[in-house]
């Protein structure tokens, strides 16, 4: 087992690897940036030391400024967390020739899953199944335009490199199609240097579902159930929950065998997790993957009881699966996680600035994952996450009960939080009895819409 980890990050995720650190007797680094001087991972590692400006390009993405930090506290491995350096392969090369462990898969496969089109062609050649698209990078639009003919209407673009809803665009016909192409190619270059798209067919009314999976460097892989993550807005999750719904134990095993064998097949380690859509007629389609850990990390740790984190950490150390997670689990109930965002809860504007007011919710089934604290400073650098409510209970029911509670009694003042948006989707009857998909937002901010319209039809004149 490694002695001392370096945590590439920074936020809950960086206090999550923290605990599981101690957990397993590991001492910690944490690296900062001078506007996270007064950060809980700071004050809570063994020890921090700050890596440059606040702006994540000179501080948290500065590879040598990490790798430098690195060296000076003599560490054995360096944990990533989720987003920043986690899925970038020259990272994760450079810290191979530090002879620093990377917590994480090797580079060449990171490289190969981090190129969705190289992607979609490595999943389809293991026989999972895959939308329909372009066999791989579009060049011009008259490419495209070839590809959306075989393809048929509506189709999607989407940048190569992409994630987050950036370098993607709807196209629903011929004469759209080059506006579009140049739009979602420019932003995939301003967002990530890289302007190369791909082409899928567009589902209308798709579930997004996901697969969590463990492997080692033994050939071992293990799939951990499914994440329903469906409630979205502008592709960024909001809620999500496991089980999913739409998905029967014989689709839980039928998907679960064919990833195994497909990442045993790439040489896979890590934790890791599949992206699927699925059609209106259940039919599910592989979109991509990540290769780290993700923010909805603990609903599947509720419902399976496999500490996730841990898990990571022992893989990279050279344990074999079997020692980690003895049996497959069985799932147990249902879980539901909230992301509360430092965002105004209708406009979607980021809310930088002091917590003047801070109480978290407990009792029987909830936790929340964060790093803020009363007095703290929700910087306006970085991600406008700033905690994450997870509530588990014996049903969807429980669970989605005892999250009203959670929520009502989760208080932050100083900022706005987009938890009155999330108690307002929780009292929603179609959310209640399931019935949603990607596009649920758009119809709830729809009917919110009609309701403060028909009351404000009802008021006195000159209210």
Not at 322 to 348: L, M, Q, W, Y
């Amino acid at each position: 087992m490694f002695k001392k980890v370096l945590i590439a990050n920074r936020g809950e995720i960086a206090l999550r690897v923290i605990s599981a650190c101690r957990e397993l007797g590991i001492r910690t680094v944490a690296v900062y940036s001078e506007a996270d001087r007064n950060s809980l991972h700071v004050r809570f590692a063994d020890e921090a030391i700050c890596i440059g400006p606040p702006r994540s390009a000179e501080s948290y993405l500065n590879v040598p400024a990490v790798i430098s930090a690195a060296e000076i506290a003599d560490v054995d491995a360096i944990h990533p967390g989720y987003g920043l350096l986690s899925e970038n392969a020259n990272f994760a090369e450079v810290c191979r020739a530090s002879n620093i462990k990377f917590i994480g898969p090797r580079p060449e496969v990171t490289r190969m899953m981090g190129e969705k089109s190289t992607a979609r062609q490595t999943m389809k050649a293991a026989n999972v199944p895959i939308l329909p698209g372009s066999d791989g990078v579009i060049a011009t639009v008259e490419e495209a335009l070839e590809w959306a003919k075989q393809v048929r209407f509506p189709v999607i673009l989407k940048a190569v490199a992409g994630g987050g809803g950036r370098g993607m665009r709807i196209c629903r016909t011929a004469e759209e199609l080059p506006g579009l192409f140049n739009q979602a190619s420019q932003e995939a270059l301003n967002a990530f240097g890289n302007g190369d798209l791909y082409m899928e067919k567009f589902i209308e009314r798709p579930r997004h579902i996901e697969f969590q999976v463990l492997a080692d460097e033994h050939g071992n892989v293990m799939s951990l159930g499914e994440r329903e993550c469906s409630i979205q807005r502008r592709h960024q999750k909001l809620i999500e929950e496991a089980p999913s719904l739409q998905v029967t134990p014989e689709i839980r095993a039928r998907l679960g065998g064919v990833i195994e064998r497909s990442l045993r097949e790439i040489g896979y380690w890590n934790a890791g997790t599949i992206e699927f859509l699925m059609d209106e007629d259940g039919e599910i389609y592989f979109i991509e993957m990540n290769t780290r850990i993700q923010v909805e990390h603990p609903v599947t740790e509720a419902v399976t009881g496999v500490d996730l984190v841990k898990a990571q950490l022992l893989i990279a150390s050279g344990e074999k699966l079997s020692d980690i997670v003895p049996e497959r689990p069985v799932i147990r109930g249902h879980a539901i996680e909230c992301r509360i965002n430092a965002e105004h809860p209708e406009k979607f504007t980021p809310s930088a600035g002091k917590i003047t007011a801070f109480n978290l919710p407990g009792g029987n089934g909830v936790r929340v994952d964060t790093a803020q604290y009363q007095e703290g400073v929700v910087p306006p650098y970085y991600d406008s996450m700033i905690a994450k409510v997870i509530c588990h209970g014996r049903d969807r029911e429980e669970a989605m009960n005892r999250m009203q509670r959670a929520l009502s009694q989760f208080v932050v003042e100083g900022i706005y939080t987009t938890i009155p948006l999330q108690q307002k989707i929780f009292a929603d009857a179609d959310f209640r009895r399931g019935d949603f998909d990607t596009k649920f937002m758009e119809r709830f901010f729809e009917r919110e819409a009609e309701r403060k319209k028909a009351e404000a039809a009802n008021e006195p004149v000159g209210v």
